[in-house]
């Protein structure tokens, strides 16, 4: 059974810890077993006792305890946790010395199939327009998604590669903007009701247009997305791996 501490007591921390405490393995027995959750009181995280793994989908203010924890214990660290500055993705990377450390924006298979897809179109739609567009829920509250990021990364990463420049983004447009720069790709986030998460991207060509679409109805997926991933690090060398590496490599 491995043992799991989880970060965060919203909707998404739990529904970690319901899905974990559910989960059987063939033989019927638990796969999972939760040793600790805690919230912002994070003295409690401090207090914890060592696990195999610890799973954050909280907040980026967490990040030092989160530390501090994996480097106590040497437990694996599967992190949801969005919103994080470079220098705190820097520390995440720099912890991936100590033990193995995973974070994505994005846990569903689903999207991960859609970053692929992307990557395909970018480099058989050669002098396309790029623009994406996420939509998420009322309550949360960094813009853009994690998801966004890695999708526009991916066709930044694929322009590059294919000898077409650097290209850049650029975060909604307001005002006299000017014609559109061919090396430009667009960001736009939406904000409304109880969306679980909508992502698009979207190529504009002369006279064509080719969209790729993910849509998430439940956070269900990210969860089990998380868990499968928890599943598979536990027992890793140190280091910091992707979802990729983890869950297809």
Do not use: W
């Not at 033990?99 to 569903?108: D, E, M, T």
């Not at 409304?192 to 080719?210: P, R, W």
């Not at 109805?217 to 992707?242: D, E």
């Amino acid at each position: 059974m491995i043992s799991v501490v989880i970060v965060g007591t919203g909707r998404m921390g739990t529904l970690i810890r319901q899905t974990a405490e559910a989960a059987r393995g063939a033989d019927g027995a638990p796969v999972f077993g939760v040793a600790a959750q805690v919230g912002f009181e994070l003295d409690e995280l401090a207090a914890a006792p060592a696990a195999d793994a610890i799973i954050d989908f909280s907040n980026a203010a967490t990040l030092d305890a989160v530390d501090a924890y994996v480097r106590r214990t040497g437990a694996a660290l599967v992190s949801g946790t969005t919103g994080y500055t470079e220098e705190q993705l820097g520390l995440l990377h720099a912890l991936g010395k100590v033990a193995p450390v995973l974070h994505s924006g994005n846990y569903s298979i689903g999207v991960a199939a859609l970053r692929h897809l992307t990557a395909q179109a970018v480099r058989e739609l050669p002098g396309f327009d790029v623009e994406i567009t996420e939509t998420h829920h009322n309550q949360k509250v960094d813009a853009p998604s994690g998801t966004a990021k890695l999708l526009l990364d991916t066709v930044i990463e694929e322009e590059a590669a294919g000898g077409r420049g650097d290209y850049h983004p650029v975060f909604g447009r307001e005002g006299m903007v000017g014609a559109r720069d061919p090396r430009e790709v667009g960001v736009h986030s939406l904000r409304g009701g109880t969306v679980a998460g909508v992502h698009t991207v979207g190529f504009f060509g002369e006279d064509e247009e080719v969209t790729l679409t993910h849509r998430a109805t439940s956070r269900q997926i990210f969860v089990n997305g998380a868990l499968a991933a928890t599943a598979k690090l536990v027992g890793k060398p140190a280091g910091f791996y992707t979802f990729d590496e983890i869950m297809f490599g």
